[in-house]
């Protein structure tokens, strides 16, 4: 039948099947070994997601519509670059566009608390690390789409700046323009912090 999925034996889920050998398989309609590459990046990709957008629920909505895109356009890609570099950047063009068409920013309410520690911490550091967090949100609010992605990939994913260059598509010089932007901004806005 044409355009049947085939289902052929669980490809190999150890750490040494190559992501190379799985999209190809993937791409020829191997669903066992997509669910290897999600399974794989998944995780990666929602810590990203959640970064830049914020909210959890909105990062795995994010993540998963980019592995719907990734499946249906893996006859496309051609390994010019690593799979997961390929996905990071599906991920991150997903984010910028919901952050993009989100403006005016929702209120902070929305967003989830940070839990308590398990451990006996004073009412007042909960209440510093709350207000610390509620006010980098803020900042990082303030930050365009672009400045927010580089900061993101830069500072908390500890990405180098020739990934988040490949990833987002632009210069090196580029993102080091928009991640100088991006800490000069939270800088200002975190000033009472320092």
Do not use: K
Request: net charge neutral.
């Amino acid at each position: 039948m044409a355009g049947a999925r085939t289902q052929s034996a669980p490809p190999d889920t150890r750490a040494g099947t190559d992501d190379a050998l799985l999209a190809v398989r993937a791409a020829e309609g191997d669903e066992d070994a997509f669910a290897v590459l999600v399974q794989r990046h998944a995780p990666a990709l929602i810590r990203l997601a959640t970064s830049l957008l914020g909210t959890a629920a909105e990062a795995e909505d994010a993540v998963q519509d980019a592995f719907i895109s990734a499946w249906r356009r893996l006859p496309e890609f051609q390994g010019r670059a690593a799979f997961g570099t390929w996905m990071y950047r599906i991920v991150t063009n997903r984010c910028l566009n919901v952050l993009r068409a989100r403006r005016p920013v929702a209120p902070l309410e929305a967003a989830g608390e940070v839990p308590a520690a398990e451990h006996t911490v004073s009412p007042a550091r909960i209440t510093e690390g709350r207000d610390a967090v509620r006010e980098l949100r803020e900042a990082l609010d303030l930050l365009s789409a672009e400045q927010r992605a580089c900061w993101v990939l830069r500072e908390l994913d500890g990405r180098s700046y020739e990934f988040v260059a490949e990833t987002l598509g632009i210069s090196q010089e580029a993102v080091r323009a928009r991640v100088f932007r991006a800490r000069r901004c939270l800088t200002q806005a975190l000033g009472a912090w320092r």
